[in-house]
T-cell receptor, first 113, second 111 residues
Framework: QKEVEQNSGPLSVPEGAIASLNCTYS??????FFWYRQYSGKSPELIMF????GDKEDGRFTAQLNKASQYVSLLIRDSQPSDSATYLC?????????????FGAGTTVTVRA | SQTIHQWPATLVQPVGSPLSLECTVE??????LYWYRQAAGRGLQLLFY??????ISSEVPQNLSASRPQDRQFILSSKKLLLSDSGFYLC??????????FGQGTRLTVV
């Protein structure tokens, strides 16, 4: 079982709609959860992180964490063409007395104008 | 503030030639360091990670090796490149359970 799993997509949404991305993780010891955005040919950039159960909002982005269900999601409201990218979910889990970063395969989002 | 430097940005190498990619982190100490490879249109493949000087964990068997000669320096090497080594190589760092940051990446084309 992969440590972090995401739907690969592509996810196509019309401009102005809400894009919903999902991520599940296998290790209940996972401590921190991140969403990265990666444009084609570029390195990933951090857009959101969440540590506690519940919702965290930052502008048009909302991260939702449910540790009981081992599930973290990202909502993009009022989607814009510039949001078209691959979104990577990442978790940090305790691994032999240190913290190890693990990524999902990414979900490709296309926002249609 | 912390920064991560990765170079070169692009590289074209012939099959059978050696490789050395370098990554350095500034503004922190004792970071965890990672090397990822990303094939075109694919997800990140973890190649190596390191929790300290001289401590390297390899995730997949391959034609590559990694070294960490200094606390904030991580080097990816190969003695003889294969065509299949082409890809986008990313260095990343994190410390503790905080967020991780990436270098700008190296696009390697083996010809």
């Amino acid at each position: 079982q992969k440590e972090v799993e995401q739907n690969s997509g592509p996810l196509s949404v019309p401009e102005g709609a809400i894009a919903s991305l999902n991520c599940t993780y296998s290790d209940r010891g996972s401590q921190s959860f991140f969403w990265y955005r990666q444009y084609s040919g570029k390195s990933p950039e951090l857009i959101m992180f969440i540590y506690s159960n519940g919702d965290k909002e930052d502008g048009r982005f909302t991260a939702q964490l449910n540790k009981a269900s081992q599930y973290v999601s990202l909502l993009i409201r009022d989607s814009q063409p510039s949001d078209s990218a691959t979104y990577l979910c990442a978790v940090i889990l305790l691994f032999f007395n240190d913290y190890k970063l693990s990524f999902g395969a990414g979900t490709t989002v296309t926002v249609r104008a | 503030s912390q920064t991560i430097h990765q170079w070169p940005a692009t590289l074209v190498q012939p099959v059978g030639s050696p490789l050395s990619l370098e990554c350095t982190v500034e503004g922190t100490s004792n970071p965890n360091l990672y090397w990822y490879r990303q094939a075109a249109g694919r997800g990140l493949q973890l190649l190596f990670y390191s929790v300290g000087i001289g401590q390297i964990s390899s995730e997949v068997p391959q034609n590559l090796s990694a070294s960490r000669p200094q606390d904030r320096q991580f080097i990816l090497s190969s003695k003889k490149l294969l065509l299949s080594d082409s890809g986008f190589y990313l260095c990343a760092w994190n410390r503790g359970n905080t967020e991780a940051f990436f270098g700008q990446g190296t696009r390697l084309t083996v010809v």
